[in-house]
């Protein structure tokens, strides 16, 4: 059984971690892209359009597209709540952008138990596989230089 006084302080450290947004300048770039591009899927989705071509153009690349597209729709499906992301034009990140970035820093460094811990008690356990796969292949196809 988990002690309850660690967990209630692990709660409080990773409330306070999200109460400072962070700004999406300080990403690595894959996951500066994923997080814009998780902002221009929103967009598109509010015009009630298609993102695919405008990422594909983005990333001069169809399966790019396609693998952040993948995890767009893996967030939604898993996210216990409804993913809330800022505007393109925003440094900050929202809290559920820094817990992306966080979950992609893990899987950009292979450490699945730190991306496990970061969403544990958050995402129900038996979609953690899904969110990791979809991640890494979207790190994996998008582009690593400027």
């Known amino acids: 059984m988990r002690d309850p006084e660690a967990q209630a302080q692990r709660w409080s450290a990773a409330i306070a971690d999200l109460a400072r947004p962070g700004d999406v300048r300080a990403?690595?770039?894959p996951l500066l892209h994923v997080v814009?591009?998780?902002?221009l899927c929103a967009l598109f989705e509010r015009a009630e359009r298609e993102p695919l071509a405008e990422l594909s153009t983005r990333f001069a690349s169809f399966t790019a597209a396609r693998a952040v597209l993948d995890l767009a729709r893996t967030i939604r499906a898993?996210?216990?709540e409804a993913y809330v992301c800022a505007r393109p034009c925003c440094?900050?990140?929202t809290p559920d952008e820094a817990t992306?970035?966080?979950?992609?820093?893990?899987?950009?460094?292979?450490?699945r138990a730190a991306f496990t811990r970061q969403i544990?008690?958050?995402?129900?356990f038996d979609r953690h596989d899904r969110l990791h796969s979809a991640m890494l292949t979207?790190?994996?196809c998008l582009p690593r230089q400027g």
């Open 27 to 29: 990403l690595r770039l």
């Open 36 to 39: 814009m591009s998780l902002r």
């Open 78 to 80: 898993v996210w216990p």
């Open 91 to 93: 440094m900050k990140m």
């Open 100 to 111: 992306l970035a966080a979950l992609g820093r893990a899987a950009l460094s292979g450490d």
């Open 120 to 124: 544990d008690g958050f995402i129900r």
């Open 138 to 140: 979207a790190l994996t």
